[in-house]
Each structure stands twice: as C-alpha cells, then as structure tokens.
C-alpha cells in the first residue's frame, strides 16, 4: 500500500491543532488511538515500528520491527519528490536513554539505500529525555520546543519533509 493522503485542516471537522491550511500534511493511513495490532494496518505496521529495544521480549519481536521500517521505508521512497530533503521529528528519548527507540535512524538508513538522491538532515537534537505525549506525558508546546537543541542545517532550495510515525493530535508541530 502507497495510498498517501494529505490531510486538508480546513476540510476537517477536527484537524490537529497546528495544521493550518498553508501546511502540506500527508498520511498513509489511519492510525487509532489507544487500539491494538488488530484496529488495521496503520497501527499494526506504527506498534510494530516503535517496538522499544528495551521491551523484555525484544529480540523475538526484532523481525516485526524491521518489517515495519522496511515497508515504512519503501513506501516513503515512492512517495518522495527527487532530491528532497528530509529530517525526521525527534523521539522523546536521547539516545543515552534506556528507552531510546533508533526506529528513525534505522529507516533512513534503509530509504537512503533505496533512494541515493534523498538528502538526510538532523536539524535538532532532544537535549532532555521525557515522557511521550502517548505514554501520558506532557501535551504543552512550549516545553517540548524547550528541550530541542537547534543544530542547523545545510542551505536548499526546496521543500523539507519531516517524517513522524504517528500524527494523532499533531500537539508538537
């Protein structure tokens, strides 16, 4: 499946707070909050993605994640312009954390492979681990922007496709 949507805020009875009309949302499926494997394929390919390395039984459930990050991967590959330049949205844990879920480097790890063109940028780090807004943790903007750490970026001359797993409430950006 590459059935990529874009999400139109003025269209929706309830867009995510921070889509405006000027933003270019796009989704490959839906996801249901607080459902399991079994709610369809967007949660069963986003659970599968965000499979925390520090889950008890994690090497059985290895085959599962990378599954998802090579679909996640190939789908992306299709649906990007050339030559676009893209950066992932930052996980709620550093990567000293015991929590730290490397799902965002493994997958363009696999799409640069895929698509050579791609130009991978990091423009932010989290400089503070904390609480994922879907594991009850702080919905509020203005903390969350408080613990980036701006690392800049290379200059371009197009658009800039930030990739996030899950966009629910979209409470962040």
Known sequence: MND?????AASRQAPPPLLTAEDYCY?????????????????????????KPSVANYEK????KLQAVAQFA??????????????HIPTSKRPDHVDFDPRFDLLFEQLKALRPDLRFEKPWDMNESHTAVHEGGNRSQEEFYAKL???????????????????????HF
């Open 149 to 171: 750490e701006w690392r800049g970026m290379a200059a371009h001359d197009g658009w800039i496709f930030l990739v996030d797993d899950v966009i629910t409430d979209g409470c």
């Open 74 to 87: 190939t789908e992306l590959a299709a649906f990007l312009p050339k030559h676009a330049v893209v950066a």
């Open 4 to 8: 990529w949507k874009r999400i139109e």
């Open 27 to 51: 989704f490959a499926r839906e996801y249901h909050k607080w459902k399991d494997y079994t709610a369809g394929q967007g949660n069963d390919l986003i659970k599968n993605f965000k499979i």
């Open 61 to 64: 459930r290895k085959f599962w």
